[in-house]
């Protein structure tokens, strides 16, 4: 069943079942279930009084006063003194003041508050012109101001819960934006550095091509031709780069610098260690030469990692392992701190760095908190066409 299908249902049942009962009770025996005057007259009133309910969730305050003027009128001619109405006014009048709280705005609130005043008013009237005390119709009204207070008390839980929801899918887009941000902010830096290492082997290549075609002899043109062509287009690629290089960053600047390597890992270490870090570097394996720039993403991952444990753990113990194997390499920072707090985004933005560099060469990253403490970066980058050193 649909939703609106649900809704109506739910909408059209309590008139359909007061209007049963009270047809039953008519039908059954009539006299006996407490009903005054003609049998016709009370199903009119019955149905005069319940009908009103079917717009209590458009109109809840026109709904209560369609229903208690109703009931009003209905106790009025036939029950009116001492006689006990019947149970479907009291009732009807407990679906209306209950829509009234659940779905009235504050402006229809009120106008229902107003009403109930009204009928409050009248009720007295009416049993005291009957030779009745006011004070027997205060179990029905104490019984229709909670069933308001209750609808209301509901309406106020949704609106909360609606507000939280909301407010959970606004952050949730932020924190998609906040990561793709810092992921292209990565691949950014990530272009610009690969940048740095693709310019400074073009560069060598130019220069020593340059220098090899003036140290040939005069017979050897067709090497000369060779070797200017290879200068030419070494040029001519670097330009291109250059252009590459004004687009990723506004400033335009290229260093046409070596980056980092694993070569130049023992000063960040010790760089690491002078910031109060008890380092312990550990390499297993046989090293191979890498690529420059799967050298720099190893380097990058290493750096990261004692930067966290820098930030989140400070004075902690912190053992890195590189692990060489044939086809891949294993690099672990693990330290013996808390841990960084928990993120609402999955990981700082180191975090995203590292996941974005791993799998720019086809690797996996894996981080955790050790159940007794500590936390470990754990990322492993496939080698391929790597020769042994």
Same mark, same amino acid.
């Given at each position: 069943?649909?939703?609106?299908?649900?809704?109506? *249902?739910?909408?059209?049942?309590?008139?359909?079942?007061?209007?049963? #009962?009270?047809? *039953?009770?008519?039908?059954?025996?009539?006299?006996?279930?407490?009903?005054?005057?003609?049998?016709?007259?009370?199903?009119?009133?019955?149905?005069?009084?319940?009908?009103?309910?079917?717009?209590?969730?458009?109109?809840?305050?026109?709904?209560?006063?369609?229903?208690?003027?109703?009931?009003?009128?209905?106790?009025? #001619?036939?029950?009116?003194?001492?006689?006990? =109405?019947?149970?479907?006014?009291? *009732?009807?009048?407990?679906?209306?003041?209950?829509?009234?709280?659940?779905?009235?705005?504050?402006?229809?609130?009120?106008?229902?508050?107003?009403?109930?005043?009204?009928?409050?008013?009248?009720?007295?009237?009416?049993?005291?012109?009957?030779?009745?005390?006011?004070?027997?119709?205060?179990?029905?009204?104490?019984?229709?101001?909670?069933? #308001?207070?209750?609808?209301?008390?509901?309406?106020?839980?949704?609106?909360?819960?609606?507000?939280?929801?909301?407010?959970?899918?606004?952050?949730?887009?932020?924190?998609?934006?906040?990561?793709?941000?810092?992921?292209?902010?990565?691949?950014?830096?990530?272009?610009?550095?690969?940048?740095?290492?693709?310019?400074?082997?073009?560069?060598?290549?130019?220069?020593?091509?340059?220098?090899?075609?003036?140290?040939?002899?005069?017979?050897?043109?067709?090497?000369?031709?060779?070797?200017?062509?290879?200068?030419?287009?070494?040029?001519?690629?670097?330009?291109?780069?250059?252009?590459?290089?004004?687009?990723?960053?506004?400033?335009?600047?290229?260093?046409?610098?070596?980056?980092?390597?694993?070569?130049?890992?023992?000063?960040?270490?010790?760089?690491?260690?002078?910031?109060?870090?008890?380092?312990?570097?550990?390499?297993?394996?046989?090293?191979?030469?890498?690529?420059?720039?799967?050298?720099?993403?190893?380097?990058?991952?290493?750096?990261?990692?004692?930067?966290?444990?820098?930030?989140?753990?400070?004075?902690?113990?912190?053992?890195?392992?590189?692990?060489?194997? =044939?086809?891949?390499?294993?690099?672990?920072?693990?330290?013996?701190?808390?841990?960084? =707090?928990?993120?609402?985004?999955?990981?700082?933005?180191?975090?995203?760095?590292?996941?974005?560099?791993?799998?720019?060469?086809?690797?996996?990253?894996?981080?955790?908190?050790?159940?007794?403490?500590?936390?470990?970066?754990?990322?492993?980058?496939?080698?391929?066409?790597?020769?042994?050193?």
């Amino acid at each position: 069943m649909s939703i609106a299908l649900r809704r109506r *249902a739910l909408d059209v049942a309590p008139t359909v079942a007061l209007l049963a #009962i009270g047809g *039953a009770q008519m039908l059954a025996d009539y006299h006996q279930s407490g009903y005054r005057g003609a049998r016709g007259v009370n199903a009119a009133f019955l149905v005069a009084t319940c009908v009103p309910l079917l717009i209590r969730r458009a109109h809840p305050a026109l709904a209560l006063a369609g229903v208690f003027v109703a009931q009003g009128v209905w106790i009025g #001619i036939f029950y009116h003194g001492s006689q006990q =109405p019947p149970f479907e006014p009291f *009732a009807a009048g407990v679906v209306a003041c209950f829509a009234l709280g659940r779905h009235a705005d504050r402006r229809a609130l009120r106008a229902g508050a107003a009403v109930f005043a009204l009928v409050v008013i009248a009720t007295a009237i009416v049993l005291v012109v009957g030779g009745s005390t006011v004070g027997n119709a205060l179990p029905v009204l104490v019984w229709w101001l909670a069933a #308001i207070g209750f609808g209301r008390g509901l309406r106020d839980r949704q609106v909360l819960v609606e507000l939280l929801r909301d407010r959970s899918a606004r952050l949730e887009r932020d924190r998609e934006r906040e990561i793709a941000g810092a992921a292209l902010e990565e691949r950014a830096r990530i272009a610009r550095e690969l940048h740095d290492v693709i310019a400074h082997a073009v560069s060598l290549m130019v220069v020593q091509a340059s220098a090899e075609r003036r140290l040939l002899e005069p017979g050897q043109q067709r090497t000369a031709d060779t070797l200017e062509t290879i200068e030419t287009s070494g040029r001519e690629a670097l330009g291109e780069l250059r252009r590459l290089l004004g687009v990723l960053c506004a400033s335009g600047r290229e260093r046409l610098a070596p980056q980092p390597g694993l070569a130049t890992l023992p000063e960040l270490i010790e760089e690491a260690r002078r910031s109060g870090h008890a380092i312990r570097f550990e390499a297993e394996g046989e090293p191979v030469r890498l690529p420059a720039g799967l050298d720099l993403t190893a380097y990058r991952i290493v750096q990261e990692g004692l930067t966290n444990a820098r930030k989140h753990a400070p004075g902690a113990a912190v053992d890195v392992t590189l692990r060489w194997r =044939p086809a891949e390499l294993e690099i672990e920072v693990a330290d013996d701190g808390p841990g960084p =707090p928990p993120s609402p985004n999955g990981g700082g933005h180191g975090l995203i760095g590292m996941r974005e560099r791993t799998s720019l060469y086809g690797g996996v990253l894996r981080t955790e908190t050790a159940r007794g403490g500590g936390f470990r970066v754990q990322a492993h980058l496939p080698i391929e066409d790597a020769s042994r050193g």
